[in-house]
């Protein structure tokens, strides 16, 4: 892309060569591209002009707050999934009036946090949860805006693990509830709606996923202004999807806007989107070092580098695909497992891969891993979670710190 590419030779950032952020910050290392995400974010405002909508960038993708703080920078609102999120997201000095809370399984702490923080609003997921908000808004004295996720039943095709639209998986409120559910919103003092709400999964290629499900909030929307309810937003989710592997190029989000501009703007609502992927995966990657090269008796080929599945999980949790390179530039090419340290055989991050060529002490760089990357790490194995850099037009900045072996244990109680 314009944000990563080579330059003399070197794989560079922003201008940055990585392999100065390499050797400076040590490795493995998150590299962001501020202006990688200030252009997607333009490039889907773009999309979406003249509609009138409201973007909230789904935090999880990459919830560090120099992120959130970029997008936040650029009129984006946000989207959390929890207390944790929230506070993330208020960190960064995101306006609470911009911010909007989903999740499934909302705790108590996360509904209070929310609504004592004042959110745009909670969205609910079943019936349950809409008395349980209406509880804690009364407790506190308040009402609580809250939008309804509906379930459209439709299966996007994507992994398994991401396609949530569908009536099978645990997400939203399904049509055989509606009633009640407006019953049951006539009768709660302390709620507001204001909004329905669809997620159809994430990574979805084919615009036709949006429009079927689209349609299906349509039909809601219509039933809910006959039930008498007169609401402001419809929020149609993430889900825009990225190129991971130029053999398998995205559907191009003017596409997805073309195709839902027209049903959008019929409903005179404000649309509100919460893309993740689509900001964040190729605004980042993830720089290694090869730190050997094994060779076995069958002429299998190793690239043992130092980040594994406890940074990037995606390849060994969805098969994900992600493009290798070498920092250094190569002529040559090797076919190699690259694979990481953790002891797992499903610590890998590509099999049987044509790889630029490289030797022990080089580095590598995975790409799109700026969405779902940092934010999924753990500490498996004892691994200190990696530090991350954001690059500024040229400029390096730390903008989280390698975690260190005192923090591994520094909510165990002593000894
Ligand atoms: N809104 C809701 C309610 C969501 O659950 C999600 C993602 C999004 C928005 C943002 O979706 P996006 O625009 O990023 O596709 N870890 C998986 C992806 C999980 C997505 C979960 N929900 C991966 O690495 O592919």
Redesign the pocket.
């Known amino acids: 892309s314009r944000f990563f590419s080579y330059q003399n030779g070197e794989l560079n950032c922003e201008g940055a060569g990585l392999e100065a952020l390499a050797e400076r910050y040590g490795t493995p290392l998150f590299v962001m591209s501020r202006n990688a995400l200030k252009n997607q974010y333009a490039a889907f405002e773009d999309a979406f002009s003249g509609l009138d909508h409201f973007t909230c960038y789904?935090v999880?993708?990459n919830f560090n707050i120099h992120v959130i703080e970029a997008l936040a920078e650029e009129g984006a609102g946000c989207?959390v999934?929890s207390g944790g999120e929230l506070f993330r997201a208020l960190k960064a000095g995101v306006d609470p009036r911009k911010i909007i809370m989903?999740g499934v399984g909302k705790s108590e702490s996360d509904i209070e946090y929310a609504l004592s923080s004042d959110i745009l609003m909670l969205?609910a997921e079943s019936l349950s949860e809409l008395r349980h908000i209406d509880t804690v808004a009364g407790r506190l004295g308040v009402v609580a805006r809250v939008g309804v996720?509906i379930n459209p039943n439709v299966t996007a095709e994507t992994?398994p693990?991401?396609t949530?639209g569908d009536s099978k998986e645990k997400?939203g409120i399904d049509e055989a509830s509606f009633e009640e559910m407006f019953r049951l919103l006539g009768s709660l003092k302390h709620l507001r709606l204001v909004c329905l709400d669809m997620?159809i999964?994430?990574?979805?290629f084919d615009t036709g996923f949006f429009h079927a499900a689209t349609e299906k909030l349509l039909d809601v929307l219509e039933a809910t202004r006959s039930a008498g309810f007169a609401i402001e937003f419809l929020d149609i989710?993430?889900?825009?999807?990225v190129t991971y592997d130029p053999q398998d190029p995205a559907t191009p989000i003017g596409d997805f806007a073309e195709r839902l501009k027209p049903m959008l703007e019929t409903t005179g609502l404000t649309i509100i989107f919460?893309?993740?992927?689509?900001l964040?995966?190729n605004s980042g990657l993830l720089l290694t070092r090869v730190q050997y090269r094994k060779r076995n008796h069958i002429g299998k080929e190793f690239l043992i580098v130092d980040a594994g599945m406890t940074e990037l999980?995606?390849p060994a949790?969805?098969q994900?695909h992600h493009e290798i390179l070498p920092v250094r530039e190569r002529d040559t090419t090797m076919i190699a497992d690259v694979v990481g340290p953790v002891c797992e055989s499903g610590d890998f991050f590509a099999r049987a891969r044509t790889v630029g060529a490289v030797n022990e002490g080089e580095y590598m760089a995975i790409l799109s891993a700026g969405?779902?990357g940092a934010v999924?790490s753990n500490n498996y194995n004892g691994r200190l979670r990696p530090a991350e850099v954001m690059v500024d037009q040229g400029q390096d900045r730390l903008i989280r710190r390698r975690d260190t072996y005192d923090q591994l244990i520094q909510n165990e109680v002593d000894l």
């Open positions: 789904s999880k993708a989207d999934n989903a969205k996720r992994h693990y991401i949530t997400f997620h999964g994430s990574q979805i989710g993430g889900g825009f999807p919460e893309p993740g992927r689509f964040a995966a999980i995606r949790l969805y994900s969405a779902y999924m």
